[in-house]
C-alpha cells in the first residue's frame, strides 16, 4: 500500500509539474513575441508619416525625407516576380491537383516544392546573379525580379494545389458531363471555384517575398534616386530598411521603423485574408 | 438511324470538331509548369557550380577546411579569410553557422515543443484560435524585421544585463568570456534565430501531434494514465518521428537564415571558444561582401559558400520533410 500510493502520488506530481512548464513555455513564447509585435507598432507608428510615402531619402545626416523610391522599387520588383512566379506556380499548381493526382511524378514535384521552400533566399539570388547580373554586366531590377519570382513558384504551387483540391468532384463531373473540353473545364470551371482561395495563396507568396532581403543584395543593389527601370539598380524597401538599420544615423534608424511598420502591415493583412477565405470554405466563395 | 441522313444534333456536334488538341496542348503545358519546379534546383545547382569553379580550382575540398595562411609579412598567423592575399577558408563560417543553429535549436525546441503539447491538449478552446493565428503571423515576419528588433533591443539587453550574468555564473566553464562586450555574438544569434525558427517547430509539431489518431489518448487514458502519461505514451511516443522532422526543418531555416544573423553575429571571420565572441556565419559572409567583392576568387569563393549552403539545406530539408511525412502519410501540407 506503501509504495502504490508513493507512486500514484509521484505520478500526479508528474502531471501537474509538466502541466506547468507547458504552461510556463507557452508564456515565454507568446510574451516576448507580442511584446516585440507591439514594440515594432509603437515604434514604427511614431516615425511614419505622410512625407515617408511621398519624399525621396535625403542625403545622410539630414532629417527628414521618406522612402518614396523604396515603396515604388519595390512594387517594380514584385511586379516583375509574380508575372513570373504567378503564371508558373498555378500551373504547376493545376499540374498537381488535376492532372497529376497519384502519379509518381506529382509526388517528387511535390516534395521537391516542399524542400524549395526551405533553401535560404540568398541562393535564389546567387542564382539570378550568375544568370542574368554577370551576362548583362550590370545590375538591374529585371534580376531582382527573377529571383524573387522563382522564390515564389514553390509556395504558389503548393498553395494552388491544396486550394484545387477542396474543389469537390462533383463540379469537374458536372462540367464534363456538359460536353465541356477538358482543358474548359479545368480553367473555367474548377479553376474559377478556387479562385478566391488561389489569389489569397499569390497574396500570401506576395507578401513573402516582399520581405525578402537577401536575394536583392546583388541583383538589385539598390538606388538612392527615384528609378522604375527594370534595367537598372532598384531600391527596395527591405533594402532600404537593412542599410539604414545598419547605419549610425538616428534619422535613418527612424525611417526604417517606419519601413518595418509598412511592411508588417502588408503581412498582417495578408495573413488575416489568408484565414479569413480558408475559413469560409472555396465554394461559397465561388463566383 | 438512317446513316444517309444525319439528325441536326449530330450535325451540330460534328461541326463543332473535338477538342483534342487543345487538351493536349494545355496538358503538356501544365506538365511543363509543374517540371519547373526541378528546372528551378537544377538552375541554381548549375549556375552555382559553374561560378564557384575558379574556387574549386584553386583549393579544392580544403576550401572547406583550410587553417589561416602563415602571414609573412607579420610573422604570424593570418585569418582564415583574407581577400587582400587571396587566402580563402571557409571554416570559420561553417563554425559559426553550426554553432549559432545548434544553440538556438537547444534553445527553441523545448519551448517550442511545450508550446505545442499546450495548444493541443491543453489549451481552453476559445484560445486556441488566437495563439494558433499569432504563432502564424509571427511566423511570416521578415527575417529583416527580426533583424531590427533585435539590434536596437535585443543586443543593448544582452549586453547591459545578460552576458554579464552569463559570464558571472557561467565563466568557469570557459565558454562566456566576453573580451569585447558590444553585445553582438553568437549567442545573440543564437536568440533570434531561436525566436525565428519558434513558430515552425511548434506549428509542424502540433500538426504532427494532431495527426496522432484519437483512439490512441483514449486507450491510454482507459489503462488509467495521467494527462501527461497520456500525452508521452499515446502522443509523443506516436508523433516522435514527425517531431524530430520539425526540429531538423527548424535546424534547416536556421541554418540559412541570414539577415537577422547578419545583423547581430559581429561578422568577424574568426573561430573562438566563446560563445559570447564575435563570429559569422556562411550566410552573413555572402550577404556582406558579395556586392563589394572585387576579384574574381573572392566572389567565386563566395558562391562555393552559396553552393554548400544550398546543398546542406537541401538534405536537412528533404529528411525534415520525409520525417514529417512518415507521420502525417503525406496530406499536402500548409505552406510554411
Redo the contacts between chains.
Keep these: 500500500m506503501g509504495t502504490t500510493s508513493f507512486r500514484s502520488g509521484f505520478r500526479a506530481a508528474t502531471d501537474r509539474a509538466v502541466s506547468g512548464l507547458a504552461i510556463l513555455a507557452t508564456v515565454l513564447v507568446i510574451v516576448p513575441l507580442i511584446a516585440i509585435f507591439v514594440y515594432l507598432l509603437i515604434m514604427g507608428a511614431r516615425s511614419l508619416n505622410l512625407a515617408f510615402f511621398l519624399q525621396n531619402p535625403v542625403p545622410e545626416g539630414e532629417s527628414g525625407g521618406g522612402m518614396a523610391n523604396a515603396i515604388v522599387g519595390s512594387a517594380v520588383l514584385l511586379g516583375i516576380a509574380s508575372a513570373i512566379g504567378v503564371p508558373i506556380g498555378i500551373g504547376a499548381g493545376i499540374y498537381l491537383a488535376e492532372f497529376g493526382r497519384g502519379t509518381k511524378l506529382a509526388t517528387a514535384i511535390r516534395f521537391t516544392a516542399d524542400v524549395l521552400n526551405g533553401v535560404p533566399s540568398i541562393v535564389m539570388g546567387l542564382a539570378a546573379y550568375s544568370l542574368i547580373v554577370v551576362p548583362q554586366g550590370h545590375f538591374s531590377a529585371f534580376s531582382g525580379g527573377v529571383a524573387l519570382g522563382i522564390m515564389m513558384i514553390p509556395t504558389v504551387a503548393r498553395t494552388s494545389e491544396e486550394m484545387l483540391l477542396m474543389v469537390p468532384n462533383t463540379i469537374r463531373e458536372a462540367a464534363l458531363g456538359l460536353g465541356l473540353p477538358n482543358w474548359r473545364s479545368v480553367l473555367s470551371i474548377t479553376v474559377k471555384t478556387a479562385s478566391p482561395g488561389i489569389i489569397t495563396g499569390c497574396m500570401l507568396a506576395f507578401a513573402r517575398v516582399a520581405g525578402e532581403t537577401a536575394p536583392l543584395i546583388f541583383t538589385a543593389l539598390g538606388n538612392s534616386f527615384w528609378s522604375t527601370d527594370p534595367n537598372r539598380p532598384i531600391e527596395a524597401l527591405p533594402l532600404q530598411i537593412w542599410v539604414y538599420a545598419t547605419g549610425p544615423y538616428e534619422d535613418q534608424h527612424r525611417l526604417a521603423w517606419a519601413g518595418a511598420l509598412v511592411l508588417i502591415a502588408l503581412i498582417v493583412i495578408a495573413v488575416s485574408l489568408v484565414r479569413y477565405v480558408a475559413s469560409r470554405g472555396v465554394l461559397k466563395g465561388a463566383s | 438511324m438512317p446513316r444517309s441522313e444525319d439528325s441536326a444534333v449530330r450535325k451540330f456536334l460534328m461541326s463543332r470538331g ?2 483534342a488538341f ?2 493536349r ?3 503538356a ?10 528546372g ?2 537544377l ?2 545547382l548549375s ?2 557550380m ?2 564557384s569553379g575558379l574556387a574549386w580550382h584553386n583549393f579544392g575540398l580544403h576550401f572547406f577546411f583550410l587553417p589561416p595562411a602563415h602571414d609573412s609579412n607579420l610573422g604570424q598567423t593570418g585569418s582564415y579569410w583574407d581577400p587582400v592575399n587571396g587566402h580563402f577558408s571557409a571554416l570559420p563560417f561553417i563554425y559559426g553557422t553550426l554553432v549559432s543553429s545548434l544553440l538556438s535549436l537547444l534553445i527553441a525546441v ?6 505545442a ?3 493541443t491538449e ?1 489549451c481552453p478552446k476559445v484560445l486556441r484560435g488566437p ?1 494558433a ?2 504563432t ?3 511566423a ?10 533585435a ?3 535585443l543586443v543593448p539587453l544582452l549586453r547591459e544585463y545578460v552576458n554579464p550574468f552569463l559570464v558571472k555564473y557561467l565563466g568557469w566553464t570557459k565558454l562566456f568570456v566576453d573580451d569585447n562586450p558590444t553585445g553582438l555574438g553568437y549567442v545573440a544569434a543564437a536568440v533570434i534565430l531561436a ?1 525565428m525558427i ?1 513558430p515552425i517547430i ?1 506549428s509542424l509539431t502540433r500538426e504532427v501531434m494532431t495527426a496522432v489518431p484519437h483512439s490512441q489518448r483514449e486507450a491510454v487514458l482507459a489503462l488509467g494514465a ?4 497520456m ?1 508521452r505514451m499515446g502522443v509523443l511516443r506516436n508523433a516522435r518521428i514527425g517531431i524530430v522532422g520539425a526540429v531538423i ?1 527548424g535546424l ?2 536556421a ?5 537577422a544573423v547578419t ?1 547581430v553575429i559581429g561578422n568577424t571571420p574568426e573561430i573562438s571558444k566563446s560563445l559570447l565572441s564575435n563570429g559569422s556565419s556562411m ?1 552573413s559572409v ?2 556582406n561582401e ?2 563589394e567583392a572585387v576579384s574574381d576568387l573572392h566572389r567565386s569563393s563566395l ?1 562555393e559558400i ?1 553552393l554548400a ?2 546543398i546542406v ?2 538534405i ?3 529528411i ?2 520525409l520525417l514529417v ?1 512518415a507521420v502525417t502519410r ?1 496530406t ?5
Design positions: 473535338n477538342s487543345a487538351d496542348a494545355f496538358h503545358l501544365m506538365v511543363i509548369c509543374g517540371l519547373s519546379i526541378f528551378i534546383v538552375l541554381i549556375e552555382l559553374l561560378r523545448p519551448l517550442a515543443i511545450g508550446l503539447i499546450f495548444l491543453m495563439l493565428f499569432v502564424e503571423l509571427l511570416a515576419i521578415p527575417s529583416i524585421i527580426y533583424g531590427l528588433w539590434v536596437f533591443v525566436i519558434l511548434s495521467t494527462r501527461w502519461e500525452i526543418l534547416g531555416r541554418l540559412g537564415e541570414t539577415m545583423m550566410a555572402i550577404a558579395f556586392s558562391i552559396g549552403l544550398f539545406t537541401i536537412v530539408n528533404a525534415a520533410r511525412w503525406g499536402p501540407a500548409s505552406a510554411h
